[in-house]
C-alpha cells in the first residue's frame, strides 16, 4: 500500500503556520509506515548584507559565530514549533508511535537547499506549503522552485482558511 514510500521530507517555515504542513506529513507517514525529517532552509544573506558585515566585523571568528547563531535560533523555533504541534495532535502522535521529528536547519537558497538534501536523504516524497497568499497562482517561488527541482513527488499544502 505504501508504492515504496518510506521517507517524507517535510519542509516548514518559521514565519508561517506550518501546522498544516507537518500534520499532512505526519498523516502520510501514518498511513504509509515512512519516517518523517523535518528541515527549514535558511535564506542566505545578500551579498550586499555579507560584505557589508565583511567591512565592520573584519574578525572571521566573530562572523562565523554570527553565522552560527543564526541557525541555532532558527533550530530553537523549530523545535518549539513541533513541540506545540504534538501538543496540539496527540492522536497523530499516538499514530506515528511517538517517535521524535528528526530537524534539520540549513542555509542557503530554500529551493536548492530543499532538493538537494531530499536527494541526500533518499527521500521518497517532500511536502512543503503553498507559501501563496496572494493572487491566483497555486504556490511561491520557493515551492515553484521545489516543483521544478525536485527528483520525488511533491505534495502542496494549501493555507488554511481564515
Known amino acids: 500500500m505504501s508504492q515504496g514510500i518510506r521517507r517524507i521530507l517535510c519542509c516548514v517555515g518559521l514565519k508561517i503556520d506550518c501546522d498544516p504542513v507537518l500534520e499532512q506529513a505526519v498523516t502520510l507517514a501514518v498511513a504509509t509506515g515512512a519516517e518523517v525529517d523535518v528541515l527549514h532552509a535558511v535564506k542566505s544573506l545578500s551579498d550586499d548584507v555579507v560584505n557589508t558585515l565583511r567591512v565592520n566585523i573584519p574578525d572571521r ?71 501563496k497568499r496572494r493572487s491566483a497562482t497555486y504556490a511561491g517561488k520557493i515551492t515553484k522552485g521545489v516543483i521544478k527541482r525536485s527528483p520525488v513527488p511533491v505534495v502542496v499544502v494549501p493555507p488554511r482558511k481564515s
Open 61 to 131: 571568528h566573530i562572523l562565523d559565530t554570527l553565522r552560527d547563531q543564526r541557525l541555532k535560533e532558527a533550530k530553537e523555533v523549530l523545535d518549539s514549533k513541533i513541540e506545540t504541534f504534538w501538543a496540539g495532535h496527540p492522536e497523530l502522535r499516538e499514530a506515528y508511535g511517538y517517535r521524535e521529528l528528526p530537524c534539520s536547519v540549513l542555509e542557503g537558497y530554500p529551493a536548492q537547499v530543499i532538493t538537494d538534501y531530499a536527494r541526500r536523504t533518499s527521500s521518497d516524497m517532500i511536502v512543503l506549503a503553498a507559501n
